[in-house]
């Protein structure tokens, strides 16, 4: 798709949101405007502070959870194809997201055009305005003079998705709750850092891994889509990432049955190194 037109979706869809309201793509008026007044003003900016104490109530909720028997898909499929299959296949059901976030940049590049990830959950969404609502998050990471970023996130609930990976406008709306966290900059720390820096890599992205899923846990979400997390221009390792999680999802007493399905979107060339990574790790 021309970049052109990747400009002109995000343009629309921040337009969209403010109004509350588009035609979709047959001719359909459709709101959203209950669904993103309420996605925006329920919308929580985690600290690093706070998880000491999300914590402890995670270690008292799992205590009367009963195991689930999860069930671990890999699909080379985009973010959005997955919201919309998980959403057809449990319509009853909320949907969390990770969203692999720009650490400086709401809805990192989505304004100019770029192809990633985030970009195409912003530009197809109603998620920008919760980002701005908690702007804090990229303010403190602009002033870090290291990549290795910081443990702010910022949960969306119940974000209204209104297009597909084509643009189109849809007649139903979907939704997903979309929890956005910088991983860390492998790249820039490892041209750029210090050997402490490098050195705290692995153990970063695993701490905060576990921030992540226990977000997803403390608000109830049992089908989550996750994917190959800072492994594109952060240049995090994917078998790395994948076995992260992996340790977690499966090993971690915390988190082991704790979800229903967990999906990994990974949107890669046949056989590309992303993709394999899940598959040998959780295939």
Not at 129 to 137: A, G, N, Q, T, Y
Not at 199 to 220: F, P, W, Y
Request: net charge neutral; glycine share 6%.
């Amino acid at each position: 798709m021309k970049k052109t037109s990747l400009i002109a979706f995000a343009e629309e869809s921040i337009k969209i949101s403010e109004k509350g309201s588009y035609v979709s793509a047959s001719g359909k008026q459709v709101s959203i405007a209950k669904e993103q007044r309420q996605s925006v003003e329920n919308s929580i900016l985690y600290t690093p502070e706070d998880f000491k104490g999300l914590f402890e109530k995670r270690d008292t909720l799992i205590q009367n959870k009963t195991p689930h028997d999860t069930v671990f898909e890999v699909k080379n499929e985009t973010v959005l194809e997955s919201i919309a299959r998980i959403s057809t296949e449990v319509p009853n059901e909320k949907i969390f997201v990770l969203n692999f976030a720009s650490a400086k940049n709401p809805g990192g590049g989505f304004l100019n055009g770029a192809k990633a990830q985030e970009e195409s959950i912003a530009r197809s969404s109603g998620l920008h305005p919760s980002l701005m609502k908690h702007f804090k998050m990229y303010e403190i990471n602009r002033k870090l003079t290291s990549c290795l970023y910081t443990d702010y996130m910022i949960y969306s609930p119940l974000v209204p998705v209104f297009r597909n990976d084509e643009g189109k406008l849809l007649d139903t709306p979907l939704q997903a709750s979309i929890l956005t966290s910088p991983a860390v900059n492998a790249g820039v720390v490892r041209r750029q850092g210090t050997q402490e820096e490098i050195d705290a890599i692995n153990d970063t992205m695993l701490a905060r891994t576990e921030k992540v899923l226990s977000v997803a846990l403390m608000h109830g979400y049992e089908y989550l889509i996750l994917g190959a997390w800072g492994c594109g221009v952060f240049q995090n390792i994917p078998m790395d990432v994948a076995n992260f999680f992996k340790l977690h999802l499966t090993e971690n007493s915390t988190f082991k049955g704790m979800f229903k399905k967990v999906a990994f979107a990974v949107y890669d060339m046949p056989y590309g190194n992303s993709i394999h990574a899940f598959q040998k790790v959780f295939g």
